[in-house]
């Protein structure tokens, strides 16, 4: 069922949770930017306004915890997979974006 590298997700990288209620969702370590993301359960560009803000939370808590509160950002661009929704975030000082 594979489409991209975010259907297939490996675990190389630490995985902080794997949701599957409210839907399926998992927040690991980016293996190219070292940095925790989001990676919503099905293969599609844009996640549902209520899917947008869980994952933003959720993802929000374990960036709390790495970085410190307002030390991070939430980044949604998605460069090297436009179509399977995901968002990184990053911390603040991050200088190659
Ligand atoms: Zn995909
Ligand atoms: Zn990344």
Same mark, same amino acid.
């Given at each position: 069922?594979?489409?991209?590298?975010?259907?297939?997700?490996?675990?190389?990288?630490?995985?902080?949770?794997?949701?599957?209620?409210?839907?399926?969702?998992?927040?690991? $370590?980016?293996?190219?930017? *070292?940095?925790? +993301?989001?990676?919503?359960?099905? &293969?599609?560009?844009?996640?549902?306004?209520?899917? @947008?803000?869980?994952?933003?939370?959720?993802?929000?808590?374990?960036?709390?915890?790495?970085?410190?509160? $307002?030390?991070?950002?939430? *980044?949604?661009? +998605?460069?090297?997979?436009?179509? &399977?929704?995901?968002?990184?975030?990053?911390?603040? @000082?991050?200088?190659?974006?």
């Amino acid at each position: 069922m594979g489409k991209c590298d975010l259907c297939e997700l490996k675990e190389y990288t630490p995985w902080y949770a794997s949701f599957t209620q409210p839907f399926k969702f998992t927040i690991l $370590d980016c293996d190219s930017c *070292d940095t925790p +993301m989001a990676v919503l359960g099905a &293969h599609r560009a844009a996640p549902t306004d209520e899917e @947008r803000a869980f994952m933003i939370d959720a993802l929000s808590l374990v960036a709390r915890a790495k970085y410190g509160a $307002d030390e991070f950002i939430i *980044d949604g661009v +998605m460069r090297q997979i436009p179509d &399977h929704c995901h968002m990184h975030a990053r911390p603040k @000082r991050w200088r190659n974006w």
